[in-house]
């Protein structure tokens, strides 16, 4: 969604730009993806989609996201504060679920 904002609001060259980042991702197999950042986003990639249009309401009910008025600063401040507090829930709730799922696993394999 960024990429067609920053491109000028054309779709095409959006697109142009999208399809030219899977194909070098795709070329490269994986190399420029496969780091710490990618391995992180891609363990709590479920927890992050499920949560993240609420934790972004809750940053617009706070009135977080017009601190810095309209424009690129909005956005980015708005961008930034739904990412971290998405990511920490992800990582908060994911640990939860671990902690819960330890006992319950131990108890049917008991069986």
Do not use: D
């Not at 030219?20 to 479920?46: D, K, P, Q, Y």
């Amino acid at each position: 969604m960024a990429i067609y904002y920053i491109m000028g609001g054309y779709a095409m060259n959006s697109l142009l730009v999208s399809v030219t980042l899977l194909i070098c991702a795709i070329v490269t197999r994986g190399r420029i993806l496969e780091n710490r950042v990618t391995r992180f986003f891609s363990s709590i990639s479920m927890e992050f989609y499920l949560a993240h249009m609420a934790l972004f309401r809750l940053v617009e009910r706070l009135g977080l996201n017009t601190v810095l008025g309209n424009g690129w600063g909005q956005y980015l401040l708005t961008v930034v504060l739904v990412l971290a507090a998405t990511a920490l829930f992800a990582v908060v709730v994911k640990r939860v679920i671990l902690v819960i799922e330890k006992p319950i696993m131990a108890c049917q394999l008991q069986r």
